[in-house]
């Protein structure tokens, strides 16, 4: 791959390259998943690990070709297995689809990265530099051969077309939603690709500021680069609108959003977050996943041990729960659903007290822990 990349940028590489990178790509991010695996991390620290994984990957191969969708599963199954604290061969449950986790933190997800639509959004840069049409020796190579009559927006796949350029003309569905006169989105466009919900996210997309008349660059900031940030963005609402967009989860962003405003420690965070998206080991979960367990808590003998039930409703929790501010105590509604009760106290609580709130409920399932596994009561004024 050296020698193409020293070419002036030019890929001249053929299908055999082709595989030994996408076989090099899934070597380097296994490589450095196992690495990471020997240290044992909380979540909130291979939550920040998985957010460098995008960096393992060469931007050249990034750039210039199309990942497989099998490669970009594998990657992400890959990824999906270490933050479920898989080990070895060991089988975790995925509470949470990598879908949902690689939508933004303010929408319930964790914000990681959808690979897809990063390659999407690289090849797109290539793309642009094509509907640029300047002098370079890139765009002269490739008119020549794919669109000597006509511009790269007009540009067919050809006969035997490469696998660069195909990939040129997948990327070209995001480059090409710009107007070349107006220099912004084209909504015309927008309005045939996305919902109406969608269009409004793209149009918040920065993309004014174009400098010189006669030079279509996207520009995102003063220097003037190629946005691949923004690019990445309307990548991943290109694939997301292709799915049931999740009215709930929007509505409930500012919700979302406090979660990770919380000054606490990212445990407690990451804590709060599984149990807003309902995904802690309670019974009632285990069970919902068939897993062979005893769904009635363990604690009352009484009721189904949801996530409301435990971190609120449950003997053990309610006796923890008296012993707090009594602003805390005022909220004594039931909680059929921890997110709704998470929400209700953001609504009635400060930051402080909410962030006292956050820890008590991840002390009730410690202390719950320590019962189940080690046997062990923690008395409630312990917390
Ligand atoms: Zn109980």
């Not at 970009?72 to 999906?80: E, P, R, V, Y």
């Not at 209700?344 to 609580?349: A, D, K, P």
Request: aromatic share 12%; net charge positive; hydrophobic share 40%.
């Amino acid at each position: 791959m050296n020698d193409c990349e020293k070419y002036l940028g030019l890929p001249m590489v053929g299908g055999r390259a082709k595989t030994t990178t996408f076989r090099e790509i899934q070597e380097r991010v296994t490589k450095r998943v196992l690495g990471w695996k020997e240290k044992l991390i909380s979540k909130a620290g291979r939550e920040i690990l998985i957010k460098t994984v995008a960096q393992s990957i060469p931007t050249y191969s990034m750039s210039l070709f199309r990942l497989p969708k099998a490669l970009c599963d594998a990657i992400n199954l890959t990824l999906a297995n270490y933050w479920w604290g898989q080990k070895y061969d060991k089988r975790k449950i995925h509470w949470v689809s990598w879908q949902k986790l690689c939508t933004d933190k303010n929408k319930g997800g964790m914000g990681f990265w959808d690979i897809n639509a990063f390659n999407l959004a690289m090849l797109a840069k290539q793309a642009w530099r094509l509907i640029q049409g300047t002098q370079s020796l890139f765009y002269r190579v490739y008119k020549a051969r794919y669109f000597p009559n006509c511009t790269f927006l007009e540009a067919q796949l050809g006969h035997n077309p490469s696998f660069v350029w195909r990939s040129f003309l997948i990327a070209r569905e995001v480059s090409d939603l710009i107007d070349e006169d107006t220099r912004q989105w084209d909504r015309g466009k927008l309005h045939t690709l996305f919902t109406a919900r969608t269009q409004t996210k793209i149009l918040a997309l920065p993309l004014n500021n174009f400098q010189a008349r006669d030079s279509l660059i996207w520009m995102e900031n003063k220097a003037r680069t190629f946005p691949v940030k923004t690019a990445y963005h309307v990548a991943l609402q290109l694939k997301q609108q292709r799915v049931v967009e999740h009215s709930k989860a929007w509505s409930d962003k500012s919700i979302w959003k406090k979660i990770w405003t919380l000054n606490v420690p990212p445990k407690v965070r990451n804590f709060i977050w599984r149990a807003c998206s309902d995904c802690l080991p309670t019974r009632a979960n285990l069970h919902k996943r068939k897993v062979h367990v005893e769904v009635v808590c363990g604690l009352c003998m009484q009721e189904r041990e949801t996530t409301g039930h435990i971190l609120w409703e449950c003997p053990l929790a309610r006796n923890v729960w008296a012993l707090a501010k009594s602003k805390i105590q005022k909220c004594n509604n039931e909680a059929r659903d921890f997110f709704l009760l998470f929400g209700l106290m953001v609504q009635s609580l400060d930051q402080r007290d909410l962030e006292c709130w956050a820890t008590v409920a991840w002390s009730i399932w410690n202390a719950r822990n320590t019962v189940y596994f080690e046997n062990k009561q923690t008395h409630p004024g312990l917390f």
